[in-house]
């Protein structure tokens, strides 16, 4: 029989302590992570970091040690670019500073991808350059050279266009007269390049037409320009005056002023608006100036341009109608180095170049080439016609001229050497000899043959390319110094011509690989027998 008087019913209060007391446990222990979290993120916050802000949010201390840091960077980048691409001679694009990605056109295998290599223009495609890194050190600096090609541009001058940080151009074919770019968007890694784009600066009197995103660009100084996709391009201009057209609609500014226009369609980046109203220049573009230019860091370093004066500047730069001048020529003993009743054009204002330059006629041995006419038919003459003319060179220049006897035993008239002279042979890479070719004679002067005298060590080394203003015009390969072209394989059939009237032809001598310590000449002979040398001691 059960004892019912001895049952005793459960502690229902000990059971409710238990799980108070569980409950409590879980809530401290939350609370303790929190605090921990706490502490961690208010450690980070202090130290500079807070994922949850832009960067305008960060302590004084950390934007001062970043931004220290990120002008680190910049002034490595501008000095890298400046040293590998200084001397990039026109319609040329030179990989300035790490990193840069490019696709080239079919067929060219050429390199393209470490500091100071160059390339034509023509042979781009596509280029993307990586954004402002400060702490791998990297900043995509790639710099082109264009033919300015106003109406007042003087003949060989350049304007210089410097794609940096974050920033994609994209071309079909030929050269920069239409392309289009973009920024990528992304957290501001430094206030002192607070966007990525184009810079372009040309220099006084000359400026450029060219078509972006869609947009006639007509520039006479210099800018700075940013698109986004599917947002705005901005032209902010430093200096001179300029125009833009999108959309049928035209819009003058000058200097101290920027321009949007719309940006959208199937790319993202063509443009689908007018152009807006002038606006002032904010400190963003300002401080992006200075960054790329060293340049037009304040206000009061900018010239400003009202929308009027730009109007009248532009307006007369593309109505500019040359001046024709007829030179006569000077009287002088057969034969005759100037042609007769020859006329050219030049801008109203004094040429950079002189146009008739007086010739010294001491006689100078090292400098002296005699030829011996080779008469044009088998019967032998019945005079000597054989000349020497000694003319006094400009820098290494030998000149030369030959004369063939004719019917009427009349030598025939060639350019005058003392016009074509050459710049010192310097490098573009570790790879390239280059040299400027000046013809300043009314007619132009063709690359006849071209001797190098180079140093061999490594087995693989040989020359390589041959470009004249970026265009390939011999690429056999010859691996046995000295090299003597054709001779050692006939040119392309790339047009190696230099205009005359102050034209200047970039020849750049391309090695397969880095140069080897030794004494590098040169030597070029033109269709009228002009000679000219330079050399180059690598160390």
């Known amino acids: 029989m059960n004892n019912f008087d001895d049952y005793q019913p459960p502690n229902r209060a000990s059971s409710r302590r238990r799980r108070q007391e569980s409950i409590f446990v879980v809530l401290f222990g ?25 960067s305008s949010s960060l302590t004084a ?48 295998t050429q390199r393209f991808s470490e500091r100071g290599d160059i390339i ?26 264009v033919i300015a090609n106003l109406p007042r541009s003087l003949p060989g001058e350049t304007v210089t266009m410097v794609v940096f940080g974050n920033t994609t151009l994209d071309k079909e074919s030929g050269g920069l007269e239409s392309f289009y770019f973009y920024s990528e968007l992304g957290q501001i890694a430094c206030e002192s390049v607070p966007s990525d784009g184009l810079m372009l600066t040309s220099p006084g009197g000359s400026g450029l037409r060219i078509n972006v995103n869609g947009t006639e660009l007509t520039l006479k100084g210099d800018a700075n320009l940013k698109a986004v996709k599917n947002g ?45 109203a002038p606006e002032p220049l904010t400190q963003d573009e300002i401080n992006t100036a200075c960054a790329v230019t060293g340049q037009y860091c304040s206000q009061s370093q900018i010239t400003p341009v009202s929308e009027a004066e730009a109007r009248q500047q532009i307006q007369a730069e593309i109505t500019f109608t040359p001046t024709v001048i007829t030179q006569t020529p000077t009287t002088r003993p057969s034969p005759t180095l100037f042609p007769t009743n020859t006329s050219f054009v030049l801008p109203s204002w004094t040429p950079r170049w002189t146009l008739t330059p007086t010739q010294t006629r001491t006689p100078l041995p090292s400098a002296t080439r005699t030829r011996t006419p080779i008469p044009t038919r088998t019967r032998t003459p019945t005079a000597t016609l054989t000349r020497t003319r000694t003319l006094t060179p400009t820098i290494t220049l030998t000149p030369t001229v030959t004369f063939t006897p004719t019917d009427t035993a009349t030598p025939t008239a060639t350019p ?22 000046t013809n300043n004679n009314i007619a132009p002067i063709t690359i006849d043959s071209f001797h190098a005298v180079w140093v061999k060590i490594a087995p693989s080394q040989k020359l390589s390319k041959l470009f004249l203003a970026g265009t390939e015009i011999w690429n056999i390969a010859d691996n046995i110094p000295p090299s003597d072209i054709p001779a050692e394989g006939n040119w392309n059939n790339a047009n190696r011509t230099i205009p005359g009237s102050g034209a200047v032809g970039n020849l750049i001598v391309q090695f397969q690989d880095p140069l080897e310590p030794g004494n590098y000449q040169l030597q070029i002979t033109f269709d009228n027998g002009c000679l000219i040398t330079g050399s180059y001691i690598v160390l």
């Open 416 to 437: 005058t050497c003392g016009l074509i002279s050459a710049s010192a042979v310097t490098t573009l890479s570790t790879r390239d000899l280059s040299i400027d070719i």
């Open 232 to 276: 705005e391009m901005e032209v902010s201009l430093l200096d001179g005056s300029a125009k833009v057209v999108s959309n049928g609609q035209e819009q003058f500014f000058g200097a101290g002023q920027k321009v949007s226009v719309g940006l959208g369609g199937e790319n993202g980046v063509q443009s689908i608006t007018g152009p807006s």
């Open 61 to 108: 201390t950390a934007l001062a040690q970043r931004n220290a840091s990120c002008q680190v960077v910049i002034n490595k980048a501008i000095q890298s670019s400046d040293r590998y691409c200084g001397q990039t001679g026109s319609n040329n694009v030179c990989y300035g500073n790490t990193t840069i990605q490019a696709e080239l056109a079919p067929g060219v």
């Open 30 to 54: 939350t609370f303790v992570s929190f605090m921990c979290a706490g502490i961690i993120g208010l450690a980070l916050y202090l130290g500079g970091y807070n994922p949850f802000v832009l």
């Open 120 to 145: 034509a223009v023509d042979d781009l495609r596509r280029l993307s350059a990586a954004p402002l890194n400060p702490e791998n050190d990297e900043w995509g600096i790639a710099v082109f050279k």
